[in-house]
């Protein structure tokens, strides 16, 4: 069982940055496949990046060279490092936690068993 904390949401004008960070308790995070999700009123959860249990990263097309996932397994903490900010960014964002699960894609969120209360991310123009 782990229990998932997001912060470090807020107001930013288009251009600007965040960090979002997700602490987790119970478990380490280091035994986990660790997800960004976003999710806007009105549209489907939406897949951001994932850092996996053996280190490796993969981002969403529409966040890759702009995101950037890490993970500190001395803290028990997930990090999103949001840059270039667009006001299409503007969304509630999620950490989330699962176990292997074999041959269902990083990006699926119905896999993750743990998930944060989510912060809020607004991007004005």
């Known amino acids: 069982q782990v229990h998932l904390v997001e912060s470090g949401g807020g107001l930013v004008q288009a251009g600007g940055s965040l960090r979002l960070s997700c602490a987790a308790s119970?478990?380490?995070?280091?035994?986990?496949?660790m997800g960004w999700f976003r999710q806007a009123p009105g549209k489907e959860r939406e897949f951001l990046a994932v850092?996996?249990?053996?280190?490796?990263?993969y981002y969403a097309d529409s966040v890759k060279g702009r995101f950037t996932i890490s993970r500190d397994n001395t803290e028990n903490t997930m990090y999103l490092q949001m840059n270039s900010l667009e006001p299409e960014d503007t969304a509630v964002y999620l950490c989330?936690?699962?176990?292997?699960?074999?041959?269902?894609?990083?990006?699926?969120?119905?896999?993750?068993?743990?998930w944060g209360q989510g912060t809020q991310v607004t991007v004005s123009s």
């Open positions: 989330a936690a699962r176990q292997p699960v074999p041959g269902t894609p990083y990006s699926s969120h119905w896999t993750y068993k743990y």
């Open positions: 119970g478990h380490t995070v280091g035994i986990y496949t």
């Open positions: 850092f996996t249990r053996s280190g490796s990263t």
